[in-house]
C-alpha cells in the first residue's frame, strides 16, 4: 500500500481566559495536543513539555509501534517531573495528552485524561476514545449516560494525567487502524467536545471541504454557544487525502 497523505489544520483559543493553558503541535508523522490543567500552577508548562517531548520522540523514530508510543508517552511524563522538581513554583503542574501516530498506511493513537481523538470514516464516527475522569466512570457503571458526561458536576475531576505522583496509565489503540481515503480524525481538548456534539461534528464534516473548513465551523457554532468565561479550546483535524 502506497501512503496516503494526511492533511492538516491546528484551531486553538484561549476562549474566556486570560491564558491559554493548551498546546498542539505535528510533525514526523505525529500529532499530538495537550491541556494543562488549570488552577495546578504552570498547566500551560506542562502541556507545551509534553507537545515537545512526544514531536521529540518522534523525530527519532515513527510512533506507530505500541512499545514505542507508550515510551514516548513516559518520557513526557519524566520530563515534566524533572521541570517539577528543578521549579517548586511548577511542583503541582499536571496536563492531559492525546497523540496520533501514522506513517500514511496506518495509525496508532493514545490518550490520558479527557483530551479526546475521535476517528471518521464515511462522515460517520467510528471510534472515539473514553475519558478518563469520574463522569466517565460513572458512565462505564451505568450511572450516567454519555450525553450527561458534558456537563457532569464531576467533568473536571481527572483520574489520570501526566505530572501527577501516580504510575503513567495511558489509554492506547488495541491495534493499528489501516487509513482509507476519506478517513478523517479530530483530536480536540475538552474545551472543545464540551460545546460540540458528535452529531455537529459529522455535520460540520459532511459540509466542509478541508481540514481548516471544519474546525471553523466547528468553533462558529462553539463560539455561539459557550459562556462569556469559557475554557480555552484547540483541535487538530486531519484528512487522509
Known amino acids: 500500500m502506497n501512503p496516503l497523505t494526511l492533511v492538516t489544520a491546528t484551531l486553538s483559543h484561549p476562549g474566556g481566559r486570560a491564558l491559554n493553558e493548551d498546546a498542539a503541535g505535528h510533525a514526523d508523522g505525529c500529532w499530538v495536543l495537550a491541556d494543562g490543567l488549570g488552577g495546578h500552577g504552570g498547566g500551560e508548562v506542562a502541556a507545551q513539555i509534553a507537545v515537545d517531548t512526544l514531536l521529540a520522540a518522534a523525530a527519532q523514530g515513527p510512533l506507530t509501534d505500541p512499545e514505542a508510543l507508550a515510551q514516548a508517552l513516559l518520557a513526557a511524563d519524566v520530563a515534566i517531573h524533572t521541570r517539577q522538581e528543578a521549579d517548586p513554583r511548577l511542583e503541582r503542574m499536571r496536563t492531559t495528552v492525546v497523540v496520533l501516530a501514522s506513517d500514511g498506511c496506518a495509525a496508532l493513537w493514545a490518550h490520558v485524561g479527557d483530551s479526546r481523538l475521535y476517528h471518521f470514516r ?76 458528535e452529531p455537529e461534528m459529522e455535520v460540520a464534516l459532511a459540509k466542509s471541504a478541508s481540514p481548516a473548513q471544519w474546525l471553523q465551523t466547528m468553533a462558529t457554532g462553539l463560539l455561539r454557544r459557550a459562556p462569556m468565561d469559557h475554557d480555552n479550546f484547540t483541535a487538530i483535524a486531519l484528512f487522509v487525502a
Open 122 to 197: 464515511d462522515g460517520r464516527i467510528r471510534f472515539q476514545t473514553a475519558d478518563h475522569s469520574v463522569p466517565q466512570a460513572l458512565v462505564k457503571a451505568g450511572e450516567i449516560t454519555a450525553a450527561e458526561v458534558r456537563f457532569h458536576e464531576d467533568r473536571n475531576r481527572l483520574l489520570r494525567t501526566l505530572g501527577n505522583d501516580k504510575d503513567l496509565r495511558p489509554t492506547l489503540a488495541e491495534t493499528l487502524l489501516p487509513l482509507a481515503t476519506g478517513d478523517a480524525f479530530l483530536l480536540c481538548t475538552d474545551g472543545w467536545w464540551e460545546y460540540v456534539t
